[in-house]
């Protein structure tokens, strides 16, 4: 068990959460003050890398969502910041130890498709990583996971069409695509925007597969969806920039967020088998 899982026991007083939410760019309002049972910053977490990027806050916060425990980590450390891969494992490792049996992520992303605008939300299917980068390379955590693990249902099928349900019970406009990583920090150029088209992408964004993959590794089943806040590069006339990717993300966010409190509040983590 980490350090961090550890800490956050101690402080829960061994509560565990049945929930983790992971909050990407510009997503910074999950719970309601009144649910919130304890925070804690990163700082405070050894096995957390501190994010460097506006937009995301670096602290680990649980609270109920109706009532179902659940613990959000209002922001998440990225590749690009010059973190090893294999650091960024720790956190998804950290979930598991506390007991979370279903992870939902999110992220803000780019469109590959001019009739998903910005504003648009999208449940990912799938995900292509053409990052150059795993962070399960290295020695196998066995305690965790097998050396090699299947993804073939990396996001999990049961858990996403109850997604959909619920969207629509709400009348939740919700996409559904394949998401494609690239390392960043720069955008795209256009030239690789069109490249992902052509092999099927949707969305595309520089974060959410490391911890897919790590979840799956070690058994937590994964939802995932985008906040789409722009065209990708070469779709539109305008300059890609940071600032456009938080705003879309904030005018999106209370619908995000009420899709995912709704969901939360619908699934029965006991009668969905999860992909373990």
């Not at 996001?155 to 349900?165: A, D, I, T, V």
Request: hydrophobic content about 40%; proline content about 5%.
């Amino acid at each position: 068990m980490f350090d961090s899982s550890k800490v956050f026991l101690e402080k829960s007083k061994n509560i565990t959460p049945d929930v983790a939410v992971i909050l990407g760019s510009g997503l910074t309002n999950f719970f309601d003050e009144s649910n919130i049972t304890f925070a804690i910053s990163y700082e405070h977490l050894p096995d957390f890398p501190q994010p460097t990027v506006t937009g995301h806050a670096g602290k680990l916060v649980l609270g109920k969502i109706g009532t179902k425990n659940t613990v959000c980590m209002y922001g998440r450390s990225h590749i690009y910041e010059g973190h090893e891969p294999q650091h960024l494992a720790k956190p998804i490792r950290v979930l598991k130890d506390i007991g979370c049996k279903l992870l939902i992520v999110t992220n803000a992303a780019g469109s590959l498709d001019q009739n998903m605008p910005a504003g648009s939300l999208m449940a990912i299917s799938d995900h292509i990583n053409w990052s150059g980068f795993n962070p399960l390379i290295g020695s196998n955590a066995d305690d965790y996971g097998p050396r090699f693990n299947d993804m073939s249902d990396g996001y999990n099928k049961e858990y996403r069409l109850k997604l959909l349900e619920v969207a629509k019970k709400i009348n939740q406009k919700l996409y559904e695509g394949i998401y494609c990583m690239y390392s960043g920090p720069n955008f795209e150029t256009p030239a690789e925007i069109q490249a992902l088209k052509v092999i099927g992408g949707n969305a595309v964004g520089m974060s959410t597969v490391p911890e897919v993959l790590v979840a799956n590794h070690c058994g937590i089943p994964v939802v995932a969806i985008s906040v789409i806040t722009n065209l990708a590069a070469g779709m539109n006339k305008t300059k890609l920039s940071h600032k456009e990717t938080l705003e879309n993300a904030a005018l999106a966010e209370s619908n995000i967020l009420n899709l995912i409190k709704n969901f939360i509040n619908d699934i029965n983590l006991d009668d969905t088998s999860g992909n373990n």
